[in-house]
Nanobody, 119 residues
Framework: QVRLVESGGGLVQPGGSLRLSCAATGSIFGISAMGWYRQAPGLQRDLVATISTGDTADYADSVKGRFTISRDYANNRVYLQMNSLKPEDTAVYYC?????????????WGQGTQVTVSS
């Protein structure tokens, strides 16, 4: 089992920045892609950014140019640097990791961290 624990959420004013962190612990061998998703009240959970083991990053159009995903392989962490935050970025942000088990892929989720952008 893989456990993902997010941190770094909070309240920030529009235009501000936050850095989210996600630590992976447990049986982490075989983790491939990691990423961040978000879910606002009443809406579905949507992709924010993902990063592969080759550090190829992919972003939702709504965050391109403002958010940056990065990965620390030595410490099994993934980060999301969020700049120029907007009220519409308000959501619970979830860390995600895919683990390769032979021909199967198992996906793990963290518990989420709240990000609120408001003046």
């Amino acid at each position: 089992q893989v456990r993902l624990v997010e941190s770094g959420g909070g309240l920030v004013q529009p235009g501000g920045s936050l850095r989210l962190s996600c630590a992976a612990t447990g049986s982490i061998f075989g983790i491939s892609a990691m990423g961040w998703y978000r879910q606002a009240p009443g809406l579905q959970r949507d992709l924010v950014a993902t990063i592969s083991t080759g550090d190829t990053a992919d972003y939702a159009d709504s965050v391109k140019g403002r958010f940056t995903i990065s990965r620390d392989y030595a410490n099994n962490r993934v980060y999301l640097q969020m700049n120029s935050l907007k009220p519409e970025d308000t959501a619970v942000y979830y860390c995600n990791a895919d683990q390769q088990r032979g021909v199967r892929t198992k996906t793990y989720w963290g518990q989420g961290t709240q990000v609120t952008v408001s003046s």
